[in-house]
């Protein structure tokens, strides 16, 4: 086994330990510090991938942000043992994993049949592949419109949360 | 094709756009002043840029046939599809300069009068929001190089109908009004849409230049072979126009779209909006041309139009609604000028047509400001000498529209009489043509007798006003009559750019609109007739019938008496009729209304007390409490449960495409 | 045997699994809300590694986006989620039911 198939196969588990962690907790605080976990694993497999850029804005902006006002809002809440609610177990959650894990078959018997999904990676990756230049110029050229329609919807979630919080209008 | 891009044509459709949005977001925390001129400045601005490129347009064209000279300008992709191609692209040809002159032009004077008309009203700002909004829609539509952003005008127009004719919503009556008109509208949208899908798929493009390359390489055996489905395509487009422009069957909704503020009337309902028919069918006379069958249809609808809706005009006694029904009755002129391969007259009374018609709809509005809100003409009467301008401009319009010699309905309305005659080849001999002809003139003597039964009641004898009315009965403002004067000069004069072959003199307006229409020129042109002794006759007989109009109505109404009261009642029953509307509005109610409570009822009886009630109920009553706790489980509000049972679907349908081997 | 993209697609389907099965089977909306988390990070992990496959910077650009969108549906879904515990003192999606019926 290569380095790369190594780092590979560590990423992949931790991810989905940490994933697992986020359903299997009892307390959503030990949710969200696994899922913080999960995205750490997640930005290694962007970085094997080529995409250095996309890992640094994973662990800024998911594991660094997001998560961050995840806990910020679960400690401010402070919900007690009891306000967790109580452990009952029905026929729907054994059905819906059922479901998803035909999904889950599927999805990867889909991908599978993707053309050549077997075939290796290119090997001749460009040096400036994934990097910040990249990306910027790729934003400020042909993807201009999203970009400006993404931080018109940010401006508007942050108006938003902020009429939606507050206490009286 | 000599096309040209320009950048004139983007600030054009533009500038009203922002100034609605401008409006629309910050109008009502500003003065009115300030909000008037945020309407008022894009729209004179969006005028003097539809000059300019009117005149770079002429520059193009050489002395004689102006090519087929056109600016254009593309601002993007916006659909592309497969075949599918629709670009944000704007198209200004001849026909799009007139009908951008009008839309600007009238719309600015109408913008002007509407500061004086609007100014006690809360919703000022909205109001001017909602005004550029339309004028932007409309200039989509006329600009637009493809037939799906010319729907896209098509609905906005639509829209902003709809905004204002329940512009004052708090009253139901008039929240109904709008709701009619929209869904009328829908009907004629559906076929438009069918239509135009249609052409798509015969011709595998929306592009109207593209669609005129393909007819024009069009085989003679092509067409015999693709006739069937070319008729329908042009009968879906004109059923489409029948509900834009208020013809027969689809009427209904123009007389109660007068619930709107009257500028609005004046704006949407009398000069633009309802004229966006002729406009699609002037722009697509290629292909209405290559369909005898649709243009005899559309010759009979309009003319059939023109005569119903004068009749119930002469009936009616609130002022708008005779406005109203003197509306759709030209555009039944228009329509029937479409139909008999006419369409330079079709746009020059088009034109026309917006400016005494426009006039007439501010002038009824300067006499319902003055009464504070009377529109019943049974309440006015001799207005004449406390409304000096208002009823001297009604005058000129009531001449202008009636086809007074020399004024500008004269020029335009004579031009389709005589197109009715000369083009009788296209109509498939004298036979049609001889029929429509007398009537076309029984409608021209209509239009002068309704129009001047309006004038007669209103302004001249005594007056018949209320207290309430009498106390502040004023003059408008000089906001109001200073339009109302300029359309009144333009109704005297615009006839002039379109004289008559016989006179020798350049006829100017079809010199300029020609290259557009050309498809249709050639083949009107090998029945072409310079007889001018034919014309002379036409224009005479037109003149007659609109002067005899006149007297009658002078006879009947100008003295006062008793004499319609008496003549109505000689004939109780076609008074009824016509009194009524034809009880068109209650054919529809009986149709689609009562026969939905009828079946209805049908089903109370039959389904439900005897199929529901006795056999379900009682036989199967069990079956239901089971399956219902059964579905109940499911439909618990639990959204989680929803979640489950949707991962359920989507694994059913992966598992489906992955056994398929379906590559994504 | 070296890496391919399968290897990234499987990856991505399990994580998109595990997040689908917590939001059916788990009952407080702040986790339904990280499970929701897990799923957008699993498409963009197969954009990723496509945008790797094809050499095409533009799967990161739509990665890019869904992190933004993300940002913006936490920042509001949090707000929200505050208010309706002020109001009903409970976060579980059993308690949350003012539309049923």
Known sequence: ?169 | MNTVATGLLAPLLLLPLAGAALNGAVGRFLPKPLSAAIGLVPIAVSFVLALVAALQLHGLGGAEAYGAAALTQDLGEWLNVGPLVANWALHFDAVTAVMALVITGVGFLIHLYSVGYMHDDEGFAKYFAYLNLFVAAMLSLVLADNLILLFLGWEGVGLVSWLLIGFWYKDAEKVDAANKAFIANRVGDLALMLGVFLLFGLAGTVHVGELREWVSHLSPAQITAGGTLLTTSTMLLFIGCTGKSAQIPLYVWLPDAMAGPTPVSALIHAATMVTAGIYLMVRLNFLFVLTPVTLAVVAVIGLATAIMAGTIGLMQNDIKKVLAYSTISQLGFMFLAVGVAAPAAAMFHLVTHAFFKALLFLGSGSVIHALSGEQDIRRMGGLGKVLPSTSKTFLIGCLAIAGFPLTAGFFSKDEILWSIMNNQQVLGGPALSSVLFPLALFAAFLTALYMFRLYFVVFAGEQRLTDEAKSHLHESPAVMTGPLWVLAILSLVAGFAGLPHFTGLPNLFHHFIAPVIAPTEALVRSVYSHDSGAIWGCVGAGTVAGLSGMGLAFVLWGRGGERPARLAASWPRLHALVLNKYYIDELYEFTFGKALRIKSRVYDLFVDNLVIDTVAVGGAGWLSTFSGQLIGRLQNGNLQRYLTIAFIGLAIVLFLIARGGVTP | MSLTLEHYLLLSAALFTIGAVGLVTRRNVIVLFMCVEIMLNAANLALIAFSRFHLVADGQMFAFTVMAVAAAEAGIGLAIMVNIFRHKKSLLVDDLNVFKN
Do not use: W
């Open chain 1, 1 to 169: 086994m290569t380095v790369e198939q190594v780092l590979f196969y560590l990423f992949a588990v931790g991810a989905i330990a940490g994933c697992s962690g986020v359903v299997l907790s009892r307390n959503p605080i030990n949710s969200a510090v696994s899922l913080v976990a999960a995205f750490f694993f997640l930005a290694g497999n962007y970085v094997l991938l080529h995409a250095n850029f996309m890992a640094i804005v994973q662990i800024l902006v998911y594991a660094g942000a997001i998560m961050v006002l995840f806990l910020f809002v679960l400690m401010l809440l402070n919900q007690r043992d009891e306000e967790l609610g109580p452990r009952k177990v029905s026929i729907a959650p054994l059905l819906g994993m059922f479901a998803a894990a035909v999904v889950s078959v599927s999805i990867g018997a889909g991908f599978m049949s993707y053309r050549n999904a077997t075939a290796n990676f290119p090997t001749d990756v460009p040096l400036s592949f994934g990097t910040a230049e990249q990306i910027g110029r790729s934003l400020m050229t042909t993807h201009l419109l999203p970009f400006e329609l993404v931080s018109l919807l940010l401006l508007i979630g942050i108006v938003s949360a902020v009429v939606v919080a507050k206490r009286r209008l």
